[in-house]
Nanobody, 115 residues
Framework: QVQLVESGGGLVQPGGSLRLSCAAS????????MGWYRQAPGKQRELVAS???????NYVDPVKGRFTISRDNAKSTVYLQMNSLKPEDTAVYYC?????????WGRGTQVTVSS
């Protein structure tokens, strides 16, 4: 059974950067695609970035060119490098498989972009 723990969130000023990490208790090697999701207050959870086992990445338009997803299968860890952060990026960020599995949802990590 895989358990995912997100970390790396915090308060950052607009234009700043954060690097999120998602550590899996079990091996994620067998999971083809992993993703980072986010949920802003009053909004539905959305997938913002994904990466396949082979390293193919995909991003939603609002984060293209600013966010970079990567994975280290040996360390069972997925990362999200976020640059040029905007107030609208404020949300709780989660990692999960793509498509998501209910059992994999963790507590997430809060990202707040504010001056």
């Amino acid at each position: 059974q895989v358990q995912l723990v997100e970390s790396g969130g915090g308060l950052v000023q607009p234009g700043g950067s954060l690097r999120l990490s998602c550590a899996a208790s079990g091996s994620i090697f067998s999971i083809n695609a992993m993703g980072w999701y986010r949920q802003a207050p009053g909004k539905q959870r959305e997938l913002v970035a994904s990466i396949t086992k082979g390293g193919i990445t995909n991003y939603v338009d609002p984060v293209k060119g600013r966010f970079t997803i990567s994975r280290d299968n040996a360390k069972s860890t997925v990362y999200l490098q976020m640059n040029s952060l905007k107030p609208e990026d404020t949300a709780v960020y989660y990692c999960n498989s793509v498509p998501s599995r209910f059992a994999y949802w963790g507590r997430g990590t809060q990202v707040t972009v504010s001056s």
